[in-house]
């Protein structure tokens, strides 16, 4: 096999000595454009996963490897002046020039073929001559450009600045050091790679670089004026560039990573945000699977089809954690005003990698200070801390979401409701919501949907709320009110969601009449008087559920229901006082409140449900959703549950492992407005990292309630505490242990005798 890689960073190198090395019958030869010694960065860390992959892979390039690495386990955050340290993190660093020299003499010992300062063919020419063509040609990659129609990339650029320098000393700790100066926030992340060298990066948002004035500076102006700003950091010492400059980081995802027997890898592929570490890392993995699948597969295809399999998962799970990190220090300005412990909790859990169980285990110490700055009495997790919103205190800060569950007759809701909440209150939650009560027969989304337009229908939901109180004193139970606009007249979920009935449709209305989805049956434009009658609905069935006994009521105006469909620009194209500008298209929706808040006892409160986004081009932007949760502040709620899209069919969602709390993050922090996260929180630990690092107040979660009724009775159990936060049901508290189970392990053998 013919091997051509382009690029000689320590991706490409590594690849080149790994296919080399693994079959020494193959020709490799690797083209770089630049010298040998060029390079840019100073440091490199890698993970002890990525060492040890290198350990098992080639010892050679390991031990070379490890005669140079600098180690250290804490990290310094210095924020306002105050220094707080964590410890047990677990670092390894070297020089970049290090590794590339390492990386050169062990491909030179197996036979590659180096070709420094010489531009390489074009891929296509390449991929005529080589059997394997490895793009490591970095973030922009001319190769990927080449082949766009079939890797079809998507390059996102982002909001800071940066600029990479270096320091002739070692930080004795990985240092985030925070600037607050007149122009602006600035941050420093320093590491050391060498024992009389770190690294040294600048970042700060775009509008604070040219504030400040780096726009006119050229390359030493810009070294001096980072040594100054930083100079307590520094110890008043100087940096140093290697033809440094500033750039905005960009974030390159390929929907494929091969064309042909074209293959990308590294940056060339996918990038992951400097601060979390993962560049080199990535591309070193990279070379390693890639290597691994050739020698495992029969063929060539077969092969780059099982590394991207392979690869593309781990490197989107690495890609969402550095973009939660690289919003973090983009908003960093959001959080300057939290104590120092928490700013440094937070700053620690920013990409979600790292978690409040995870860094009990690194640092107990730091975490328990963090605790008891946060209010938490001692063995008491932060999620087991009460709550108060207006006259209700939840004992805990957790939240069953409300779920459809598309099981009412005539809207009335039966022994399913009873059991089905029931079982949850019964589970330790502090607060459980029902699903969405329609206000009216023509706003249900289904014909299973629970409504609150008849006084059967309010006896039924007593009857619960009654059960949830004196069965479970201490869990509030909610209710949530909604009308489907455009979205109603449908099937049962499983039965075809969001797919019109086959017979015994009613008429549909929405700001607009616009139709939810191709087939879909098209509302009318409401009229004003329409917009009166329904709200008068919301009021009448407020005033139902008050005298049902909910203690809290939520007013649904998300995933493009009918309030939500006034908010978005993108389902509200009205041109009257209702449509237009957000102001406008807030009015109905803010009439709808006040007219609830005014029949809903004063002592209990009311929250929001809103679509922070409807990820689609045009529609509700997080800016939009902070100035919504504004409004409604003002006029009275008392919290915000900030979920996301369900709006438009076109959306595009970056799911992943709680990816709508940045935006209840942002509300919280703008608004100043106590917030619900909802959105893939599916474990205790993610609701103690949440709401201790202040990203939250309450956290709402579904389907775990699903799986586990009990959910927050196990949290509470799994985690020792036994306080009031986590009350068992009497008849339960025999099963407040977790059960014994069978042993699992067998005797060691202690002898060994010769027959």
């Not at 209990?604 to 809103?610: E, L, N």
């Not at 508290?733 to 005798?753: E, N, V």
């Amino acid at each position: 096999m013919k091997v051509a890689v382009i690029g000689g960073g320590p991706g490409g190198l590594y690849a080149a000595a790994l296919l080399k090395r693994l079959d020494p019958t193959r020709e490799v030869t690797v083209w770089e454009r630049n010298a040998p010694d060029d390079t840019f960065g100073f440091g490199v860390v890698l993970s002890d996963e990525t060492l040890g992959g290198i350990e098992h892979a080639d010892p050679t390039v390991y031990e070379a490897l490890r005669e140079h690495f600098v180690r250290w386990d804490d990290i310094d955050i210095v924020h306002r002046g105050v220094r707080h340290t964590s410890g047990g993190h677990g670092f390894a660093a070297l020089g970049r020039k290090r590794l590339l020299q390492i990386l050169h003499e062990r491909c030179r010992s197996l036979g590659v073929e180096l070709r420094f300062r010489t531009e390489a063919p074009s891929s296509a020419l390449l991929a005529e001559a080589y059997d394997l063509v490895v793009a490591a040609d970095g973030v922009h990659s001319a190769t990927r450009e080449a082949c766009a129609d079939v890797f079809r990339p998507r390059v996102t650029s982002h909001r800071c600045r940066y600029i990479w320098l270096a320091a002739d000393f070692a930080f004795d700790a990985f240092r985030f050091e925070i600037a607050e100066t007149e122009h602006g926030v600035m941050q420093l992340h320093g590491y050391p790679y060498a024992a009389d060298a770190s690294t040294v990066i600048v970042e700060m948002r775009e509008e604070v670089w040219r504030a400040a004035g780096f726009q006119d500076l050229d390359e030493q102006g810009s070294i001096e004026r980072c040594a100054k700003l930083f100079a307590d950091a520094l110890g008043g010492r100087p940096l140093r560039s290697n033809n440094s400059a500033w750039t905005t980081f960009r974030t390159v995802v390929n929907e494929r990573w091969s064309c042909g027997n074209v293959v990308l890898l590294g940056d060339a592929a996918h990038t992951a945000h400097f601060s979390i570490g993962s560049g080199t890392k990535l591309a070193v993995e990279d070379a390693l699977a890639l290597a691994a699948c050739l020698q495992e597969q029969d063929g060539l295809d077969q092969a780059l089809t099982a590394y991207e399999e392979e690869r593309k998962p781990v490197v989107a799970s690495t890609q969402r954690a550095a973009r939660a990190s690289l919003e973090w220090f983009e908003n960093l300005g959001l959080y300057l005003h939290q104590p120092p412990r928490q700013f440094a909790f937070n700053l620690l859990t920013r990409s979600r990698r790292v978690t409040h169980g995870n860094l009990r285990l690194r640092d107990a110490r730091f975490t328990d200070a963090v605790e008891r700055e946060f209010g938490c009495r001692p063995g008491t997790p932060p999620m087991f801390t009460p709550f108060r919103l207006r006259g209700l205190t939840l004992r805990n800060r957790v939240v069953v979401s409300p779920m459809d569950m598309y099981s009412a007759v005539d809207g009335v809701p039966g022994d399913f409701h009873l059991v089905h909440l029931g079982a949850r209150a019964l589970g330790g939650a502090g607060l459980v919501m029902t699903e969405m009560v329609c206000v009216s027969p023509e706003g249900r989304i289904t014909p299973g949907c629970a409504g609150l337009w008849t006084g059967r229908q309010a006896g039924a939901w007593k009857r619960i709320a009654d059960f949830v109180h004196r069965q479970t004193p201490g869990t509030a139970v909610g209710v949530q009110l909604g009308h489907s606009g455009r979205k109603g007249s449908t099937r049962l979920m499983w039965e075809g969601m969001d797919e019109p009935l086959p017979d015994g449709n009613w008429p549909l209305m929405a700001a607009s009449p616009l139709p939810y989805k191709p087939g879909s049956q098209a509302p009318r434009q409401l009229s004003r008087a329409q917009l009166t009658d329904i709200r008068e609905e919301f009021t009448a069935a407020a005033w139902r559920a008050a005298r049902a006994g909910f203690d809290l009521l939520e007013l649904h105006c998300a995933h493009g229901y009918l309030l939500s469909g006034f908010l978005s620009p993108l389902t509200n194209h009205r041109t009257d006082a209702y449509g237009g500008s957000l102001e406008k298209r807030l009015r109905f929706p803010l009439e709808v409140f006040d007219a609830v808040r005014a029949v809903w006892p004063g002592e209990r409160p009311m929250t929001v449900r809103i679509s922070a986004t409807d990820w689609a081009e045009g529609g509700t932007s997080a800016e939009d959703a902070v100035a919504i949760a504004r409004a409604f502040a003002a006029h009275g709620a008392d919290a915000i549950d900030v979920s996301t899209g369900q709006v438009v069919t076109e959306e595009r969602p970056e799911f992943g492992r709680s990816y709508q709390t940045p935006f209840a993050d942002r509300i919280r922090h703008e608004a100043g407005v106590p917030v619900i996260a909802v959105g893939a929180i599916s474990s205790w630990d993610d609701v103690n990292s949440l709401i201790l690092a202040g990203r939250t107040d309450l956290c709402a979660l579904a389907r775990p309630h699903l799986y586990d009724p009990h959910w927050t009775l196990h949290a509470a159990a799994e985690q020792g505490y036994t306080g009031p936060g986590a009350v068992w049901p009497a008849p339960y508290r025999a099963g407040s242990r977790r059960p014994q189970t069978g042993r699992t392990d067998a005797p060691k053998p202690r002898l060994s005798l010769d027959g």
